[in-house]
Nanobody, 122 residues
Framework: QVQLVESGGGSVQPGGSLRLSCAAS????????MGWYRQAPGKGRELVAA???????NYADSVKGRFTISRDNAKNMVSLQMNSLKPEDTAVYYC????????????????WGQGTQVTVSS
C-alpha cells in the first residue's frame, strides 16, 4: 500500500501565494507520475499539474504561468507552488501518485491524498 500525506493549503487573499507538498510512503517499486488535482464545490475533479519521473511537466491552461510543480524523486515528494492566486482557484487540492508496486509487474495503480483546502478570498 501507498500513503500520500499532504501539507500546506489554507486561506489567502487574491494575488497571494501558497505552497502544497505531498510525501509518499509505503511499499512500492517506483512512482511514475505525481500530480495535483482539484475539486471545487459542485464541480468535477480536474488536473492542475503533473510531473513524470523524468519528463516534462503538464499544466492546466488556467494555471500556466502561475503554478509550478516540482518533484524530489529521492524523497518521493511533490510540491505545488501557487502564485498570483485567484478566487477561482478555491478548491480542495488532491495529491496523486501513479505507482508501479512490483518491478516484475508493469501495471500501475493510482493513489490519492486526503485533500487539502485552498481558499482564495478577500
Amino acid at each position: 500500500q501507498v500513503q500520500l500525506v499532504e501539507s500546506g493549503g489554507g486561506s489567502v487573499q487574491p494575488g497571494g501565494s501558497l505552497r502544497l507538498s505531498c510525501a509518499a510512503s509505503g511499499s512500492f517499486f517506483r512512482i511514475t507520475t505525481m500530480g495535483w488535482y482539484r475539486q471545487a464545490p459542485g464541480k468535477g475533479r480536474e488536473l492542475v499539474a503533473a510531473i513524470p519521473a523524468g519528463g516534462s511537466t503538464n499544466y492546466a491552461d488556467s494555471v500556466k504561468g502561475r503554478f509550478t510543480i516540482s518533484r524530489d524523486n529521492a524523497k518521493n515528494m511533490v510540491s505545488l507552488q501557487m502564485n498570483s492566486l485567484k478566487p477561482e482557484d478555491t478548491a480542495v487540492y488532491y495529491c496523486n501518485a501513479h505507482v508501479q508496486q512490483r518491478h516484475w509487474d508493469p501495471v500501475s495503480s493510482d493513489y490519492w491524498g486526503q485533500g487539502t483546502q485552498v481558499t482564495v478570498s478577500s
